[in-house]
């Protein structure tokens, strides 16, 4: 089974109690040939099915790449209408509350994968029926399972700020009732044994693609000691994937994006999607195998004749205008992430291009990166197109090893040039437009890079609010400084729980 084709697993859990004259009857749910909790993890091909399992939420999360770019001054919401798409919305105007639907769904996916990953660890030792079942390869699974609860984890934290944390067991009902929000620090803490355990026992190549080696573990780790500001923990952790030489910087910067461009040598950790079979409803639109973030990115009404590869969507996720004129003369990355549907009607008289403007927060621009294409969807079309997320990307490890060189004890410039030029290189086919600054000019310099480089893939929020310049940058399209660097709690975690609520909500 390849990650590709990654189905949902769910857990079946029964409890039947009947009772009969104020007293327990005996019931086993075999009689009724129901499966129960009993029935699983007797096997080494159930724990593997199981880990397949933990991987689905990852899927579920794609609302968090144009949330990050949303919430920033790279994209506006676009869309029908002021109320189309009303969560997205709200995060673009920094109006969004407690009750949000986009909010409240990432939250939830995310404790989702939480919850799977402590049933498996559960139930690491011994399976339900108090059995050991150990097989060649299960500490190395169980690297998989570490790192996807650190990735939902640090997901968490991003967004949320302090969150309940737990690790022991999945939560019951009764339990989540219970919860109490750690603080940030805490949760951190946790991902880093998380990650430092998967990268002991994960191998540096898996047969799969998609699945979770030593490489991505490491990357992942450097990042959370980035936002962490462990700068001197980041610089080493991120050398170990750079002197690996196990990843490149394509030459083609825009091909990347393409199907065929998918776990290439700079894909260091890619969130797989498929457009194979599966339950697909608009009840649960996040759901699935399919990558629905997709086919909000396309041209309202979109048709051409011939040759012309775009399917059209629904102009959400617009990149602005202040996104396009950051680009420098001769930047490659512009045309591989911005889409100008005029430029490109004009360029091609032949093909017959006619779309619909916009109608709300026109831009005239698109996102080149993840435009619905045709042949890459099929079955319920706007639920289930193929396009995998890019989510660390070589390219991405080189900035982080860039800034964490430049912000380490010892700072090292010199290094932190060399990474950040090899990344700028690739952008303009050469070296005369190499960064030669340093101190505090470089890191502005890097963090500039990281904007044109990761532009639509979902970091320029959380790069903003955990460098400290959300205020500066954001404050003008209505970013509060001390309650916007997190999003609210969903009301109903507030109700259900008792949870506390972020400043400011």
Not at 28 to 53: P, V, W
Not at 153 to 179: M, S
Not at 200 to 219: F, N, S, W
């Amino acid at each position: 089974m390849t990650m590709k084709n990654i189905k949902i697993l769910s857990v079946v859990l029964l409890v039947a109690m009947l009772t009969s004259c104020k007293k327990w009857v005996d019931y086993n749910a075999h009689q009724d040939f129901l499966i129960t909790e009993q029935d699983y993890l007797k096997t080494e091909a159930d724990y593997r099915a199981m880990a397949i399992g933990v991987y689905s939420p990852l899927q579920w999360l794609n609302q968090v790449v144009p949330v990050g770019d949303i919430a920033s001054d790279n994209a506006v919401t676009g869309g029908e209408s002021a109320s189309d798409v009303l969560s997205l919305q709200q995060i673009d105007k920094f109006t969004h509350y407690p009750i949000n639907s986009t909010i409240a769904d990432l939250w939830q996916v995310s404790y989702e994968g939480v919850n799977r990953a402590n049933y498996l660890y559960q139930y690491k030792a011994k399976n339900i029926a108090g059995e050991t079942v150990d097989f060649a390869g299960k500490e190395a699974l169980y690297g998989e399972v570490s790192f996807l609860r650190a990735y939902y984890y640090f997901t968490l934290v991003k967004l949320f700020g302090d969150v309940p944390l737990f690790t022991d067991k999945r939560l019951t009902l009764t339990e989540n009732k219970t919860l109490v929000r750690s603080s940030k620090a805490d949760v951190y803490k946790q991902i880093e044994v998380d990650l430092t355990n998967a990268i002991a026992v994960l191998p540096a190549i898996q047969t799969d693609k998609g699945r979770i080696t030593k490489y991505a573990a490491q990357a992942l780790l450097g990042k959370v000691y980035l936002y962490e500001k462990k700068y001197d923990e980041a610089k080493a952790m991120l050398e170990n994937v750079i002197t690996s030489n196990a990843f490149s910087l394509v030459a083609n910067f825009s091909s990347i994006f393409l199907q065929s461009g998918e776990n290439g040598p700079e894909s260091v950790f890619e969130i797989q999607y498929s457009n194979g079979s599966g339950t697909y409803d608009w009840g649960h639109v996040t759901r699935g195998q399919g990558n629905f973030s997709v086919q909000q990115c396309g041209v309202r009404g979109l048709t051409g004749t011939g040759a012309m590869p775009y399917n059209p969507g629904w102009s959400t996720n617009l990149p602005t205008k202040n996104l396009a004129d950051a680009y420098a003369a001769g930047d490659t990355r512009k045309a591989g992430t911005i889409f100008d549907v005029e430029a490109y009607k004009t360029a091609n008289p032949a093909l017959n291009v006619t779309y619909q403007v916009a109608p709300y927060e026109n831009t005239g621009y698109y996102n080149q990166k993840f435009l619905p294409r045709k042949g890459e969807t099929s079955g319920q079309v706007e639920l289930n197109y193929l396009n995998n997320f890019r989510t660390i990307r070589y390219a991405d490890v080189l900035l982080m090893a860039a800034e964490a060189n430049n912000k380490a004890t010892a700072a090292n410039d010199a290094k932190a040039q060399t990474y950040l030029n090899l990344v700028r290189r690739r952008a303009f086919g050469d070296n005369a437009h190499d960064i030669t600054s340093t101190g505090t000019n470089l890191y502005d310099a890097i963090l500039n890079e990281r904007r044109l480089e990761l532009a639509m893939e979902g970091e320029r929020f959380f790069d903003l609010v955990r460098t400290g310049k959300a205020a500066s940058v954001l404050g003008p399209l209505g970013f509060v400084t001390g309650k916007n660097e997190v999003f609210p709690i969903p009301q109903g975690e507030v109700d259900g729980s008792g949870l506390s609520q972020n400043a400011g909500y």
